[in-house]
């Protein structure tokens, strides 16, 4: 299923398994430093500084699939007109985008979640 998901994305696809393997990696060692305080706390905390920047790299690999997609598909038009090349394009332009979001909003939700429980478990004490 994963595969699918990097192949619909064209050539951006590697990237974006590359970095949402890593985002999910990082929040996953997260969650459980959250469950298992003080053992892998610190850590942990020093790499989900990385989250945020990756999440932007998702939204701008996403981006950049949109781009490579219309630029396959527009090349339908280029010597003679081949629909399928050109609905391929696109359909590749939109599903990139949406797997670039996806990871984002999933990323950075995550992060404001994890940073809420800390500030509330901060006031607390």
Do not use: H
């Given at each position: 299923?994963?595969?699918?998901?990097?192949?619909k994305?064209?050539?951006?696809?590697w990237?974006?398994?590359?970095?949402s393997?890593?985002?999910?990696?990082?929040?996953?060692?997260?969650f459980?430093?959250?469950?298992?305080?003080?053992?892998?706390?610190k850590?942990?905390?020093?790499?989900t500084?990385?989250?945020?920047?990756l999440a932007?790299?998702?939204?701008?690999?996403?981006?950049?699939?949109?781009v490579s997609?219309?630029?396959s598909?527009?090349?339908?038009?280029t010597?003679?007109?081949?629909?399928?090349?050109?609905?391929?394009g696109?359909?590749?332009?939109?599903?990139?985008?949406?797997?670039?979001?996806?990871?984002s909003?999933?990323?950075?939700a995550?992060?404001?979640a994890?940073?809420?429980?800390?500030?509330k478990?901060?006031?607390?004490q």
């Amino acid at each position: 299923m994963i595969r699918d998901v990097l192949v619909k994305c064209g050539s951006i696809g590697w990237p974006l398994g590359i970095v949402s393997i890593a985002v999910y990696g990082l929040l996953l060692g997260k969650f459980i430093a959250t469950l298992l305080p003080g053992r892998f706390e610190k850590r942990v905390y020093d790499y989900t500084a990385l989250v945020e920047p990756l999440a932007g790299i998702a939204v701008s690999l996403g981006l950049l699939g949109t781009v490579s997609g219309f630029i396959s598909a527009f090349r339908a038009w280029t010597t003679k007109f081949e629909p399928m090349v050109l609905i391929s394009g696109i359909y590749e332009a939109f599903y990139t985008t949406m797997v670039g979001l996806i990871l984002s909003i999933t990323a950075m939700a995550s992060i404001y979640a994890f940073n809420a429980c800390a500030r509330k478990a901060g006031e607390g004490q």
